[in-house]
């Protein structure tokens, strides 16, 4: 089993940047797919983005096309979640979530994602 835990959340200003990290505990990061979900308040929970287990694949929502990029780093057992071009309709919980697979494709569906982390706030104000 792997245990995550996002950080970086806070406050910012329309058109700021941010930095969101995933770190795991329990198991290497190099053996899963590893997601970014956000739930805006009192919206459904979407898909953000995601990296394969090999880290040379990713996939984004389109809300975010060009705004966004993922990154890993295997030392650290972290994931990154850089977001820039931030609007106040970006205010969200941001969930970072992992599962195995033997497909190399990392999914966008949250019910296929065995493992979460608590979720960490952005607010983006106007």
């Known amino acids: 089993h792997v245990q995550l835990v996002e950080s970086g959340g806070q406050l910012v200003q329309a058109g700021g940047s941010l930095r969101l990290s995933c770190t795991a505990s329990?198991?290497?990061?190099?053996?899963?797919?590893v997601a970014w979900f956000r739930q805006p308040p009192g919206k459904e929970r979407e898909f953000v983005v995601a990296?394969?287990?090999?880290?040379?694949?990713?996939s984004s929502a389109d809300f975010m096309e060009g705004r966004l990029s993922i990154s890993r780093d295997i030392d650290k057992n972290t994931v990154f979640l850089h977001m820039n071009s931030l609007e106040p309709e970006d205010t969200a919980v941001y969930y970072c979530a992992a599962r195995q697979s033997t497909s190399s494709v990392p999914s966008s569906i949250a019910a296929r994602y065995d493992y979460w982390g608590q979720g960490t706030q952005v607010t983006v104000s106007s």
């Open positions: 329990g198991r290497p990061f190099s053996e899963y797919h």
């Open positions: 990296i394969g287990w090999s880290g040379s694949t990713a």
